[in-house]
């Protein structure tokens, strides 16, 4: 009886590839997505909160307001504006487009220096604004 086992095609694994901008970025897209799921449960409870009645809503929003609180908010606000790009990237994709190595590459790349540029310009305009 032959082995079957030694013919096999040996399937690769994570010691074999080398680390990417878009493997980082498709990893980093699954984190924001469980992080909005978290973060979007904040929303509901200040949503909560301001239908439940006035020292609710100013408990929550007094930790919305803290330093930890802001913190949090700024970290949604990355996560929703990095994950709305790469479901962009995503559709484009899903069209047949930016497949090529380095045009994949640098859409990586620029998707994190923009989702960061994005979240800074939405929080300077709030805090103008405010």
């Avoid at 995503?90 to 989702?115: C, N, P, Q, R």
């Amino acid at each position: 009886m032959a082995n079957m086992t030694k013919n096999r095609p040996l399937s690769p694994h994570l010691q074999i590839y080398r680390f990417t901008p878009t493997m980082a970025m498709s990893i980093v897209h699954r984190i924001t997505g469980g992080a909005l799921y978290f973060g979007t449960v904040l929303v509901a409870a200040w949503l909560i909160a301001a239908a439940s009645g006035e020292q609710a809503f100013n408990a929550v929003n007094w930790f919305f307001g803290s330093f930890v609180g802001q913190i949090i908010l700024f970290g949604y606000t990355w996560a929703i504006l990095h994950h709305m790009l790469g479901g962009l990237r995503h559709i484009m994709w899903d069209l047949g487009y930016g497949f090529e190595k380095h045009f994949s590459t640098k859409l990586a790349k620029a998707s994190v220096v923009a989702s960061v540029a994005l979240t800074v310009l939405v929080w300077a305009v709030v805090l103008i604004v405010r």
